[in-house]
Structure formats: structure tokens, C-alpha cells
């Protein structure tokens, strides 16, 4: 049977889930897009024992049984391509001859919107792009075989987990949907979009107090990372971190490189483990490229590179006081790391 449930419900459930997991309300109002006095009243009233559903409105009765809403939803979880489309995209005209086709209702679009919506708990989602070499059995395996060894290893040794990534900021904005009058979409004029500023980022987690700390580093304008330039931030973190530290980073080769491994070879607190391949969402600090470029800098056009650096410099010394979404990427990430914050 076909839980009932709209999406407003689930905005509510989620909300004092999040709560109850130790998430900040304000960073649950940008996730959720409500405002934090929603959250505390939605977490009193469940706190109190009340009911986050809202009261049933009489009105004309569903079209749509709720046994027909489950099957549709088994369908439309099959895919467009299961229906003759050629690409997986689902859209309200192609919903609306889905429930033509199977269950002889005439739907308009606007409707349909409000049965993906409020019915079904569906969003417009963006994919998330992965490449066909990654293998979903082994990054599993990692994930419960490897990393509790990881774990338990790095506690053994009083051991901070260090996690490392590199990411690219560039002129070009990162694009996000706003709202504008219709018939007027928004223009973004971006000025030399080439240019780009090479960033390093290190999430740290302390041993003891499993609290999250991040440490970053900026290349001049237009320069990639190399060895030599990961090395050198390695140094910057052991300068900061007194004792045994534990790097966990993708085996891409400026991390395997020759030059890295003789670091390596001298540096005996230093343990080295690697991410499974093709697996860049269990890196906390790809969350948190994720979180400036998408919910910091979306839209953002400056003008030169200078002007980009100030900008980040600015956010990410500001990321480096917010201790809760620093933790959150890490739970984001799906690895259990008992991170406070």
C-alpha cells in the first residue's frame, strides 16, 4: 500500500531527522530551503509528542488511487529509456503519457507536477555524472572491509585522519536555476572563462575530540598541481599537526608519483591509504568543493582572477570557523568517522 505522504510531510520528517542527527538549524534550512524558526517549531511540536502530517482537506477525490500512485512509481522508477525515450529523462509531458498509457487518465502537465511532487515526494534533480569503469561492488567492499581497518589502524597510532583533494575555481560561474519573470531568463556574462585558480584542501579530524578542521592552499593564477606543490602542502599540515597522521586521497598519479613515495619513505608517521577508484563522494573535501561552488559561489561572474582569489580566499577562511558543515560533509560522505560538530 502506498504510503501517504506529500512532500511538504517529508520536508518535515527530514527536517527533525536531521535534528535529532546533530545538524545546525541553519545549515538544515539551506538544505531544505525553509527558514530556521520552521525547523524549531517542527522539532518542539515533535519533541512534544504531536503529528508533523498535516490535517486531511476535503476536496474532490484523488484521480489516482493509492495503489495506482505505487504502481506508478514502480514505473517511472524503471526509466524513460524502459518506455521507448532515449535517455533517462523525466519530464511532466512524458509522465503524463506514462498515465495515459496505463491507466487511461488524461492529466495536465501542472497536475502531473503536484503527483511527482506531493504525492510520489519526487524533485527536480540534477544526475550525477559517473564514469562506466567504476565498479559499485568493490567501492562497497571498501567501504565495509577497508576503511574499518583504516579506522581502527589510525586509532591504534593516535592518528589524525587527514583527507586530501585538489579542485579547480574558474571565471566561468557554476550554474544554478534562479528565479526571474517569465519570458526573461537571467543572462550571466562571464569575462575570459579559461582563467582559473588550482585549490588543495585537507579535512582533518583529531584522534581524541573527532572534531573536523580545514586547511587549504591556492597555486598562483593558471598553475595545476604537481608533485612537488602536493608535497609541499603535506609539509604545511605536519607543521600544524603534532604526531602521527593518516592521508586517505585518490590514487591519481601526482599522488603515486615517484617524487611522493620517497617523501613517503622518510616520513614514517605518515600512513598513505587510497579511495577506491572512480569514487570521488567519499572524500569529505569533495563535499565541501561541492558546498562553496554550488551553495557559496553559484552564479558567480568576477571579473579576473584576482578578483576570484579574494573572493575564495574570503569563503574559505570562513569555511574554516564553521565547524557543523564541515562535519556534515563528512556524514555526507557516508563514512563513519563519529565526527562532532
Not at 32 to 61: A, C, M, N, Q
Not at 292 to 310: A, S
Request: proline fraction near 6%; hydrophobic fraction near 35%; charged fraction near 25%.
Amino acid at each position: 500500500m502506498y504510503k501517504k505522504e506529500t512532500a511538504r510531510e517529508f520536508q518535515r520528517r527530514r527536517a527533525v531527522k536531521l535534528m535529532e542527527e546533530g545538524e545546525s538549524p541553519s545549515l538544515i534550512a539551506r538544505i531544505l530551503g525553509v527558514s530556521t524558526g520552521s525547523i524549531d517549531r517542527w522539532h518542539k511540536i515533535y519533541y512534544e509528542g504531536g503529528s508533523l502530517k498535516f490535517p486531511p482537506t476535503s476536496g474532490r477525490p484523488r484521480r489516482l488511487s493509492d495503489e495506482q500512485l505505487e504502481t506508478l512509481r514502480r514505473l517511472l522508477l524503471r526509466g524513460a529509456t524502459a518506455f521507448g525515450w532515449h535517455n533517462d529523462l523525466w519530464t511532466s509531458k512524458r509522465v503524463v503519457e506514462v498515465i495515459r498509457r496505463h491507466f487511461n487518465i488524461e492529466f495536465a502537465r501542472t497536475h502531473v507536477w503536484v503527483i511527482l511532487t506531493q504525492y510520489l515526494g519526487w524533485s527536480a534533480q540534477r544526475p550525477i555524472q559517473q564514469l562506466r569503469e567504476r565498479n559499485d561492488i568493490e567501492i562497497e567492499r571498501w567501504k565495509v572491509e577497508d576503511f574499518p581497518r583504516i579506522l581502527k589502524d589510525a586509532d591504534q597510532r593516535g592518528a589524525y585522519l587527514v583527507f586530501i583533494d585538489e579542485s579547480g575555481f574558474l571565471l566561468s560561474p557554476n550554474i544554478r536555476r534562479t528565479f526571474a519573470p517569465r519570458g526573461q531568463t537571467p543572462v550571466i556574462k562571464a569575462s575570459n572563462p579559461h582563467g582559473r585558480i588550482s585549490a588543495i584542501g585537507a579535512l582533518t579530524i583529531s584522534p581524541k575530540q573527532k572534531c573536523p578542521y580545514f586547511h587549504y592552499d591556492l597555486l598562483s593564477n593558471n598553475a595545476n598541481f604537481r608533485s612537488d606543490s602536493v608535497i609541499r602542502f603535506m609539509k604545511q599540515i605536519q607543521q600544524r599537526i603534532s604526531g602521527p597522521i593518516t592521508i586517505l586521497w585518490d590514487a591519481i598519479p601526482i599522488h603515486c608519483s615517484k617524487l611522493i613515495n620517497q617523501y613517503l619513505e622518510q616520513h614514517n608517521e605518515l600512513v598513505v591509504e587510497q579511495f577506491p577508484a572512480y569514487a570521488p563522494e567519499l572524500n569529505p573535501v569533495d563535499k565541501v568543493w561541492l558546498y562553496l561552488k554550488y551553495d557559496r559561489l553559484p552564479n558567480y561572474v568576477p571579473i579576473t582572477v584576482d578578483e576570484l582569489r579574494v573572493r575564495l580566499t574570503d569563503e574559505l577562511n570562513t569555511l574554516k570557523t564553521e565547524q557543523h558543515v564541515l562535519a556534515s560533509c563528512v556524514r555526507r560522505s557516508g563514512l563513519d568517522c563519529k565526527v562532532r560538530g
